[in-house]
């Protein structure tokens, strides 16, 4: 039925997804460390669909919606916190909110 297997999809999300872990890590810029959990959430996306096209299910297509439902909702609520944050410390540097504690 499909020439191409799940695998090379399944290869190239935990590629992505390794990236994005990545960044979360060694990134100290939030919008930077932002992206890369987008990044990691787009991977998962990716994965899904491919599982569910492998064995021709549409739950994965489903899961794929409220992952996207719950991304453009945490890019609407993170940006906002990410604008009001460099707006009090004109930085965005993550290093610089570790003194916010207590």
Same mark, same amino acid.
């Given at each position: 039925?499909?020439?191409?297997?799940?695998?090379?999809?399944?290869?190239?999300?935990?590629?992505?997804?390794?990236?994005?872990?990545?960044?979360?890590?060694?990134?100290?810029?939030?919008?930077?460390?932002? %992206?890369? &959990?987008?990044?990691?959430?787009?991977?998962?996306? $990716? #994965? /899904?669909?491919?599982?569910?096209?492998?064995?021709? !299910?549409?739950?994965?297509?489903?899961?794929?919606?409220?992952? %996207?439902? &719950?991304?453009?909702?945490?890019?609407?609520?993170? $940006? #906002? /916190?990410?604008?009001?944050?460099?707006?009090?410390? !004109?930085?965005?540097?993550?290093?610089?909110?570790?003194?916010?504690?207590?």
């Amino acid at each position: 039925m499909n020439p191409i297997g799940a695998e090379p999809y399944i290869v190239l999300s935990m590629v992505l997804f390794l990236m994005g872990a990545l960044g979360v890590l060694m990134r100290r810029n939030a919008i930077l460390v932002f %992206m890369s &959990v987008e990044l990691m959430l787009n991977s998962a996306n $990716l #994965a /899904l669909v491919a599982f569910a096209r492998e064995w021709g !299910q549409v739950n994965g297509h489903v899961f794929v919606f409220f992952v %996207m439902t &719950v991304a453009a909702a945490e890019v609407a609520v993170g $940006l #906002a /916190l990410i604008v009001n944050i460099f707006r009090e410390r !004109q930085s965005i540097n993550i290093d610089d909110l570790q003194q916010m504690q207590g």
